[in-house]
């Protein structure tokens, strides 16, 4: 008798401390299994950067600059925003796929040297509506300038790879540019 007394109090103190160790019985984080993700695929995407910046309708604008002045040789701490078009072609006219929007700001002290941030939002075919994300060092003057892709939404959930940007045309009277990106990126 005591010793069915003693276990029934064993166990509801084990089921109190229980309790008291997880008030609310419902997780909030389960495993699953990646396979469930399907195939990862490798894809390439080669587009055309337009950074529009002279004009009636410039697509990016510069948002703020260093208050000292002996920053002009590299612009430091220059931000322009843009919400650049993204083109099949080199030409402007050319099929519209989507747009890069985002940051570059200025940021060595001893050359061009652009902080990228920006989103590739595409807007036509499959990848109408997913989006890439870019983070890296853009070395103006420096013929490839290599960029990682951090991640992505919608198809590019999961993405990996990194962007590969060329200077195609500069006007230096406007400033306006031609930039190609080769882009690189694991998905599913
Ligand atoms: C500005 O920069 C130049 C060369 O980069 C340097 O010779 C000069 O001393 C600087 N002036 C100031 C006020 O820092
Ligand atoms: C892209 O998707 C948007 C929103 O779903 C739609 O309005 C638009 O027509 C689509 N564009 C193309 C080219 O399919
Ligand atoms: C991609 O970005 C656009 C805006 O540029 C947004 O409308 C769309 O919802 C984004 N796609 C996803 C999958 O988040």
Redesign the pocket.
């Known amino acids: 008798m005591a010793a069915k007394a003693s276990l029934l109090l064993l166990l509801l103190s084990l089921s109190l401390a229980i309790s008291l160790a997880k008030p609310d019985g419902r997780r909030f984080s389960r495993t699953l299994r990646p396979q469930k993700l399907g195939k990862e695929k490798l894809s390439h995407f080669r587009i055309y950067f337009h950074d529009i910046v002279s004009g009636r309708n410039p697509t990016a604008v510069r948002v703020a600059q260093a208050a000292t002045t002996n920053v002009s040789r590299t612009a430091f701490g220059m931000v322009t925003m843009m919400d650049n078009p993204l083109t099949v072609g080199p030409r402007l006219s050319s099929k519209l796929v989507g747009r890069a929007q985002g940051i570059y700001a200025s940021a060595s002290q001893t050359e061009l040297s652009f902080l990228m941030v920006l989103n590739f939002a595409f807007?036509?075919?499959k990848y109408?509506?997913s989006n890439l994300s870019v983070l890296g060092r853009n070395n103006v003057f420096s013929g490839v300038r290599e960029m990682p892709v951090v991640g992505g939404s919608g198809l590019f959930r999961f993405a990996r790879g990194y962007a590969r940007a060329t200077t195609h045309e500069v006007n230096f009277n406007t400033g306006d540019a031609v930039v190609k990106y080769n882009v690189y990126v694991f998905h599913y």
Do not use: K, L, M
């Open positions: 807007t036509e075919g109408n509506g």
